[in-house]
């Protein structure tokens, strides 16, 4: 059976120049340099090499191939001097059989890895930074010589799907199984998510469809079998997120020659123009955030608790879906998603400029999404672009690229649909925002321009002259700094209070027009963006909910948590706003209780019955004076304390402004 052999550590990294030196991947030559500002972190040509002894392994009847789970953004690997292959595309997984150049001692084996800018490889050009190295896992996979296809697009050899039949109660499924050799046959199980065997059968190639992919590397055939799982469990999103498993053992004259496990759901969904998306027959109204994966002095070279620690905070806060922004995102994020409910969007990084000659490399992005991706039950669509309209000159190109793009996605999954993310100045009757199966918009209204009510009106506009399209927001948010404050908040001073303004207006907006199919809040998380330089801090875009380094959670994503978790808890607003200079200030608590008492002093001030935001009017007297404030609902409470001052604080406000909030672009 497969064995799997880490790569991880030591490496010799060298980039002429600049650095020469040991390090363990994942790594990353940007976390440092692609966070502080001055769009200037170096982007160049790297070597990362090391050397290695073959595993153990039987040279008559296994084979060895190589793994990169994750290499931004160009990358050519060699071993012994042979070049074993090249990849172009940052984020997704690629491996090859290395068996015929290994040595038993002393393999040297040697990746270039490249993210200079170039006019074919996506992205070239966005609001992020593209961190060059190798940022995820390397391994070595000992396989039988008969195996589950390992060559195909990255992909596990196995694709499953299942859906609801006969009213919810049972399901029909399928799978697809991709070997190496037609002389074989497979066992195939079905356990429960308490690992019971529910489903068991042989299949064999004389009475299964047969037939042979496209892919080039070498012969693979496709074994397909149906089944049927009675009393079945649904995949209810963060209800029930209830996941099968399936095991498929290839056997070769009557030996187990190679294993794999794969997890699925049974479910189905929809969505309409008017009253949005369903799950499994139900409404299900879709809120939730975008994520970008990078972490403070590390860039994406980050660990699965740190995968992990972010995923508890979104579901923290009452999100039940997902953008997995801009790019393919770890496979063991994926895999949290399926565990915990979430409702993803995934999605290529075909980003910000069309380019002419990058279309096959869109193409091949897009395959590897789906092929790696097609058993999570969390994704429900496959995003083609994203704000491709900043800049593009060939619109005649781009707009066939798209057109490709979206029937690759339905030829090569007729389970989900496809959407994409347009620009704020891109109208609605421009065309390439009708080809996929719905879209959505990234809208900045009342943050990049006044008028937060424009917002309803743009919804109602298009939703007039379009009913029967289904339209969302990918993308609206606002920066919010969390040591940046005013009584008076008003757009663009990035401070925490018009952060929470802004959305307290979207949420109660998104209210008034049900009709959207889907929400996301641009960001979960604070992320690098060299190009940018605000709120005080150049490099970063501080439109997420919670700071780049995960620590604090900004007044916002208590709001958030207020009006989407089922969790019982209280918040007071503006704690971190603690010195203050006017006599009577507005304290403004978040909670999903319906009841509220305020205490000033241990005194009971109030108490108010309301939904999601509280607002109580308190005195603060004279000048130096602390006041305890505490807020509480049954067993809930938060407490701030707050003094009035005779001067502002100079802390709380915007020293260097920067770019003044403008758009990257």
Request: charged share 25%; glycine share 8%.
């Amino acid at each position: 059976m497969r064995r799997f052999f880490s790569l991880n550590k030591d490496w010799h990294f060298q980039i002429t120049g600049k650095y020469d030196e040991r390090v363990d991947v994942p790594h990353t030559w940007n976390a440092i340099d692609g966070q502080d500002g001055g769009n200037d972190y170096l982007r160049a040509l790297a070597t990362y090499e090391k050397t290695f002894d073959a595993p153990d392994f039987d040279k008559d009847k296994e084979r060895v191939y190589i793994q990169f789970d994750g290499v931004n953004s160009e990358s050519t690997v060699y071993l012994n001097g042979e070049k074993m292959i090249r990849h172009e595309g940052g984020y997704s997984t690629f491996r090859t059989d290395i068996t015929n150049y290994l040595k038993d001692v002393g393999n040297i084996l040697k990746v270039n890895v490249d993210n200079r800018p170039n006019t074919r490889v996506y992205p070239q050009k966005a609001d992020f930074t593209f961190y060059g190295g190798i940022y995820r896992d390397v391994n070595l996979i000992v396989v039988n010589k008969n195996h589950f296809d390992l060559d195909y697009y990255g992909g596990n050899g196995v694709q499953v799907k299942a859906k609801p039949v006969e009213g919810y109660q049972k399901a029909e499924g399928n799978v697809k199984l991709f070997v190496n050799t037609i002389d074989c046959c497979v066992r195939l199980e079905i356990s429960d998510a308490e690992g019971n065997v529910i489903y068991h059968s042989e299949i064999d190639q004389k009475t299964n469809k047969l037939e042979t992919t496209d892919n080039s590397n070498s012969d693979v055939f496709c074994l397909e079998h149906s089944f049927l799982i009675d009393d079945v469990h649904l995949w209810e999103g963060v209800k029930n997120p209830y996941l099968y498993s399936l095991k498929a053992t290839l056997v070769i004259n009557g030996e187990a020659a190679d294993e794999i496990v794969t997890r699925f759901g049974v479910r189905d969904f929809h969505y309409h123009p008017k009253t949005g998306f369903y799950l499994n027959g139900k409404s299900y109204a879709l809120h939730g955030v975008s994520r970008h994966q990078d972490r403070k002095g590390l860039g994406n070279a980050i660990t699965k608790d740190m995968h992990k620690e972010d995923m508890d905070l979104i579901c923290e806060m009452g999100a039940n879906t997902i953008r997995l922004a801009h790019y393919q995102h770890s496979q063991f994020f994926y895999d949290l998603c399926d565990e915990r409910g979430m409702i993803v969007w995934a999605e290529i990084p075909y980003i910000s400029e069309h380019m002419p000659d990058g279309r096959d490399n869109t193409i091949s992005q897009m395959k590897e999404l789906i092929i790696q991706n097609y058993n999570h039950p969390s994704i429900v669509c496959w995003g083609i672009s994203n704000e491709i309209t900043i800049s593009t000159r060939d619109k005649k190109d781009m707009m066939e690229n798209h057109r490709i793009l979206n029937d690759l996605c339905h030829e090569m999954d007729d389970t989900r649909f496809t959407t994409l993310a347009c620009y704020a100045v891109c109208g609605p009757f421009n065309k390439v925002a009708h080809i996929t199966d719905t879209v959505s918009w990234n809208l900045y209204l009342g943050w990049y321009v006044p008028g937060l009510f424009l917002n309803d009106i743009w919804m109602r506009f298009f939703h007039l002259v379009y009913p029967n399209r289904c339209l969302g927001y990918s993308e609206y948010g606002c920066e919010g700094m969390p040591n940046l404050h005013s009584e008076k908040p008003k757009r663009g001073d990035h401070t925490e209070e018009y952060q929470a303004i802004y959305h307290e207006y979207m949420l109660r907006c998104f209210d008034r027009n049900p009709f959207m199919w889907a929400t996301h809040v641009w960001n979960m998380f604070d992320f690098a963006a060299d190009a940018r330089n605000q709120g005080g801090e150049p490099g970063m875009n501080h439109k997420g909910l919670v700071t780049f380094d995960r620590k604090t959670k900004k007044d916002s994503f208590y709001l958030y948590k207020a009006w989407w978790s089922d969790d019982p808890f209280v918040h007071i607003a503006s704690k971190r706003f603690a010195q203050r200079t006017k006599e009577n200030i507005k304290v403004k608590v978040y909670s999903n209780q319906n009841e509220i008492t305020l205490f000033v002093d241990g005194q009971k001030l109030e108490t108010k019955h309301g939904q999601h935001v509280f607002e109580f009017s308190v005195s603060l007297g004279e000048n130096g004076k602390e006041h305890e404030i505490v807020a509480v609902s049954g067993a809930f409470k938060d407490s701030a304390k707050f003094t009035r001052v005779a001067t502002p604080n100079p802390e709380y406000s915007l020293k260097d402004l920067g770019d003044k909030g403008a758009n990257w672009t």
